[in-house]
């Protein structure tokens, strides 16, 4: 007999499903297609996934009323990763709940709203939007060649393989494969012997019917923690021809990547589920490329994939478990070799997919790509490069040589683990300046829902510069203030129950109608991302024996370094004090790379030299990394940046 399943409802946006009693509320969610944020990892101890019960049957959870509070729990608000189904409901899904198509992704220097794909016009050149001096090598894996063969005769009985040679000499391919010999011989007689061969790293995968030898496409995707972008590519001309983003649905799962290989430690079924749900989004971004460009998606033959070591074995199918327990040891640093339909990627069946090869560690294929997107492999000048996020990756090149490291920043940067806190999306506060009072910019013009990642920076290093904020990271008293204080400022400052807040917006300003603060606990967690930053990067230099300003550059990579502003990241202590003008942002290095390796075998070939050569540092073997943490746990006493703007 057939369990009964329960109908729930998603409002406002109409969506609906059918459920089995018992089943977690985000579950159904992520049936309906939304996907709720969970920084927690669906413990129950953020609050971000909060759904109203309209009408039905759901009784709260034991975590319930002490992370959302008496009042919420009797307004009918639920845990949605708690929550389980009993019955038949309707459920109102507040925005601040969602991560969906609103979000705000940085592609390259540009950002453009995921589900929007976008066909880039003619003559838009692989680097020009880049940043980055010199020109891309266009030497991909794939080429198309069309021939006219020589019809057999009795004076000609080579065989068809033969015949395909000597047309395409001096390319020349590796023995045929047996599905190809298969089709071959009806391709050839059917197409009267003209069509165009398709010759993917020296093998010959297809014989297409016509001249299509100016139909050659591949996708670079930069597979994020929280976000994925894929890049359509002309592999002839090295023109990008589209670009779409995409929220990573593995974040139902958790926000970091401990939460996924917990999944995959704990869950038998949890590397299936997680690897499924990140082939089919890219698969998404597939379907939207080809719909917003109108080619043949049987004419995309490579994918070429960079991310951190957990994202890439996990789109892979390999177990991170290993990763999550000292000594942290991933399963591949060389590039393993990949089909598309070993993966289950829609594109042609016998396209290939290039991974990234890694570093060790942490330290990933996006890393990698990093590297080969800003050059650093060929800088003679002592350049450091830091990409900042949930992990943040580090290296250093001195003297020819470099070294690597990554950091347990957590999620403070991207808005979780903060009481206010969000992703940047309509509706975040991106940008604040405090002169008399507090003003704000927030995202979509709209009413502000939440603080993201560049806001946040931007409040504690002005807070910091008013003296409102102390070294320590302790909110001072209204009393304690400097007596310059601007009066609106002062009564920001909020006692309750023994502690201080600072209030950012009051109720009537916000979407949620309920005041906004930052409250010390908020500046606690941002103090622990910025203090594993920072304490990454004085190991590096420490370990060369280097100081900040020995530095020529510092290259800023990944969508979040673009929207904060240096000089409150150097206030904060985020970022070495050093001058303003050696600090740049590089944009989506990772993506860029990904693109590099797509254009050019060469540019693969050094992946995997770059990969062998950095050096990795494991910073729990560190008998200083705890004294730097602790050092920068506490934030600079003075402005290292006065008279630096951005």
């Known amino acids: 007999m057939k369990r009964q399943e329960y109908k729930i409802s998603f409002e406002p946006t109409g969506r609906q499903v059918y459920a089995l009693p018992g089943t977690i509320l985000l579950e159904a969610a992520a049936q309906a297609g939304l996907i709720l944020q969970t920084p927690c990892g669906g413990a129950g ?38 929550a389980r189904i009993q019955g038949d409901l309707v459920v109102e899904v507040p925005v601040t709940s969602l991560f969906e198509s609103q979000q705000q992704i940085l592609v390259q220097a540009a950002s453009m709203p995921p589900g929007s794909a976008k066909a880039l016009s003619p003559g838009h050149s692989a680097s020009a939007e880049t940043g980055h001096p010199g020109e891309m090598e266009l030497c991909p894996a794939i ?24 047309g395409l000499w001096p390319l020349g391919f590796d023995p045929v494969g047996i599905r190809l010999l298969r089709l071959l011989p009806e391709l050839l007689r059917r197409q009267g012997f003209r069509g165009t061969a398709v010759v993917v790293d020296g093998d010959l995968v297809d014989f297409e019917p016509g001249d299509t030898s100016s139909q050659c496409y591949g996708i670079a995707v930069d597979i ?24 990573n649905p593995q974040t139902s799962y958790g926000d970091d990547v401990i939460a996924r290989i917990r999944k995959c430690r704990e869950d038998a079924k949890g590397l299936a589920q997680l690897q499924r749900v990140i082939i089919g989004a890219v698969n998404e971004i597939v379907d939207e490329l080809v719909r917003a460009t109108g080619i043949d998606r049987a004419h995309i033959y490579e994918i070429v994939m960079a991310g951190n070591t957990t994202m890439q074995q996990i789109v892979c199918g390999i177990d991170p478990s290993a990763l999550g327990e000292l000594p942290f040891v991933p399963v591949f640093t060389d590039a393993p070799h990949l089909n598309a339909s070993d993966l289950a990627l829609d594109i042609n069946q016998c396209g290939k997919v290039f991974v990234f090869p890694q570093i060790g560690g942490f330290v990933g294929g996006d890393t990698v790509a990093g590297i080969v997107a800003s050059r650093l492999d060929r800088e003679t000048e002592t350049v450091l490069f830091v990409d900042i996020g949930t992990n943040g990756e580090i290296v250093l090149a001195h ?31 991106e940008k604040v300046v ?24 931007d409040t504690v290093a002005e ?29 920001r400052l909020i006692e309750q129950d023994g502690h201080v807040d600072f209030l950012l917006a009051h109720k009537t300003e916000t979407v949620s109608g309920k005041p906004m603060l930052l409250t010390q606990r908020d500046v606690r967690e941002l103090q622990l991302a910025n203090a594993a930053i920072s304490a990454g990067i004085s190991i590096l230099l420490e370990l060369e024996g280097l100081k900040p300003m ?29 001058p303003c003008d050696r600090i740049r942002f590089i944009g989506n290095a990772s993506s860029l790379g990904a693109k590099r390796a797509l254009l050019s075998v060469a540019e693969k070939q050094a992946a995997a030299a770059i990969a ?33 703007e951005g």
């Open 45 to 82: 101890k953020c609050g971000k996934c909060r759904l109203k019960v309209v009408s039905g049957m759901c009784p709260p959870s034991a975590n319930c009323r002490p992370t959302l509070g008496e009042t919420e729990v009797a307004q009918g608000y639920r845990l949605a990763c708690q």
């Open 143 to 166: 080429s198309k060649h069309f021939v006219e063969l020589d019809m057999p005769s009795q004076t000609d009985a080579r065989s068809d393989v033969e015949r395909l040679r000597l």
């Open 224 to 247: 994020g923690t929280t976000t994925l972008v894929g890049t359509l590519v002309n592999l002839k001309t090295g023109l990008d021809m589209g670009v779409e983003a995409k929220i």
């Open 399 to 429: 003297k020819g040589q470099m070294i690597a490291t990554s950091v347990a920043a957590g999620p403070a940067f991207e808005g979780a683990r903060i009481s206010c806190g969000m992703r940047a999306t309509n509706g975040a506060i």
């Open 434 to 457: 405090m002169d008399g009072d507090l003003c704000m910019n927030v995202i979509g013009n709209t009413r502000p829902a939440g603080l993201c990642g560049s806001g946040l920076i």
């Open 463 to 491: 807070l910091l510069r008013l003296g409102i904020l102390d070294p320590t990271g302790r909110l001072r008293t209204p009393d304690e203030v400097p007596s310059a204080t601007a009066p609106a400022l002062r009564k």
């Open 550 to 578: 020995d530095l020529s550059r510092v290259l800023l990579a990944g969508a979040f370094g673009n929207f904060i502003r240096r000089n409150h990241a150097r206030r904060i202590g985020l970022l070495p004090p050093i």
């Open 612 to 644: 062998r050569a950095v050096r990795h540092v494991d910073l729990s073997l560190s008998p200083d990394f705890q004294t730097a943490f602790s050092s920068a746990m506490l934030f600079p006493e003075e402005d290292p940046g006065k008279g630096c």
